[in-house]
């Protein structure tokens, strides 16, 4: 063989290699852009239990969080993230996670308007319905034990920055809530007033509670108050929340 047909062979060959490499590279399809970084795109994790707009999830123990205060849901990821809250898929996910972080994350939240699902139907007797209306509403002197709506609003939907509402809910999860209070399971900053008080409860006072509170409907403009009356009970999580304010 000539060195010239040599030269032309591997030239031929090479400009084979370079056409049979483009077309591959030509079927490839263009790779989609990136996803835009954002705290929408972030909090994807969180939409198969808690919805896609932060409402109350698939079932009655992924509550809403949507428009609830900063504050509270800022408490509430740290206790999830500490140990004061128990729940192993959500100490998973904030375990890494810094308090900067965790505040973004709860005002994302906060600052969410998505509309409540329709309140669940009364199965409660006239008398055990008012029994459980004056609970929530007037609390009981003789047992010390506050009104509900002492701490969480008149119109029950919470007060800013770190009460949370109690409307809206599905009636096991407020339910679970209390038990967890009572037993001590689920814990606040001292002083923890909530376990006070769902210790003084019955463990019937605490089921026709949350049944009661889980019918009632959703008052219009449902927000947090702006402020509220002193609360009747020192709150740590409350106090904590002031404390951050002033400083």
């Not at 609830?68 to 100490?91: A, C, I, V, W």
């Not at 375990?95 to 939240?109: H, R």
Request: hydrophobic share 40%; with cysteine.
């Amino acid at each position: 063989m000539s060195l010239h047909v040599y030269r032309l062979r591997t030239l031929h060959a090479a400009v084979c290699s370079a056409v049979a490499l483009l077309l591959v590279i030509l079927a490839i399809p263009a790779q989609a852009a990136p996803p835009q970084d954002s705290m929408e795109q972030r909090m994807l994790a969180c939409t198969a239990c808690h919805d896609d707009q932060g409402r109350k999830g698939p079932d009655a123990y992924y509550p809403r969080i949507a428009g609830k205060p900063s504050e509270y849901l800022y408490n509430q990821l740290r206790h999830f993230r500490d140990g004061r809250r128990h729940y192993p898929l959500m100490t998973g996910l904030l375990d890494q996670l810094s308090d900067a972080y965790l505040m973004e994350i709860a005002q994302y939240f906060s600052e969410l308007k998505a509309p409540y699902a329709a309140p669940e139907r009364a199965s409660l007797p006239t008398s055990t319905a008012e029994r459980a209306r004056e609970l929530v509403t007037s609390g009981d002197k003789q047992r010390d034990l506050p009104a509900c709506a002492a701490c969480h609003g008149d119109a029950l939907m919470g007060v800013q920055p770190a009460v949370p509402g109690l409307l809206g809910l599905p009636t096991d999860y407020i339910r679970a809530q209390l038990g967890a209070w009572k037993s001590g399971t689920r814990k606040a900053a001292a002083p923890d007033c909530m376990h006070d008080i769902a210790e003084t409860l019955t463990p019937l006072e605490i089921s026709i509670v949350s049944a009661w509170l889980s019918a009632q409907p959703i008052p219009p403009g449902a927000a947090p108050a702006p402020h509220g009356d002193k609360p009747p009970k020192e709150c740590g999580s409350v106090l904590d929340a002031a404390k951050g304010a002033r400083q």
